[in-house]
């Protein structure tokens, strides 16, 4: 069996994301559990890639590091308009679909 993603979301995404998400088996941290309440997004970033988790936020500013060259694990950009469930459906859906290699530098628009 190959190697699953594993997600970090940011401050934006609600807890009730993780909880949904740990529901299904799926490894989730959050930057409240990290102590990475307020930090930069760089290092948010850091830790995701440290971690080898996909970073989940609303914030744009993510999508800028990445067209900067950053690397990072992949990141996954909700709208905030998505509801809670949506959120949990798209990234269990991608848990099962992608490998961490595939989502390497690369960014999932939810």
């Known amino acids: 069996m190959s190697a699953k993603i594993r997600f970090h979301l940011d401050e934006n995404i609600s807890s009730a994301v993780a909880i949904g998400l ?8 959050t930057s409240a559990e990290q102590g990475l309440l307020g930090a930069p997004d760089e290092q948010q970033l850091q830790f995701a890639l ?25 990141i996954v950009w909700v709208p905030q308009t998505r509801r809670i469930g949506e959120v949990v459906t798209f990234l269990a859906l991608m848990w099962e679909l992608l490998s961490p290699e595939e989502m390497a530098n690369h960014v999932e628009f939810a």
């Open 50 to 74: 440290l971690q080898q988790r996909v970073l989940v936020t609303h914030d744009s500013d993510y999508l800028r590091l990445h067209e900067s060259g950053v690397p990072h694990a992949g």
């Open 22 to 29: 740990r529901r299904r088996g799926i490894d989730v941290s």
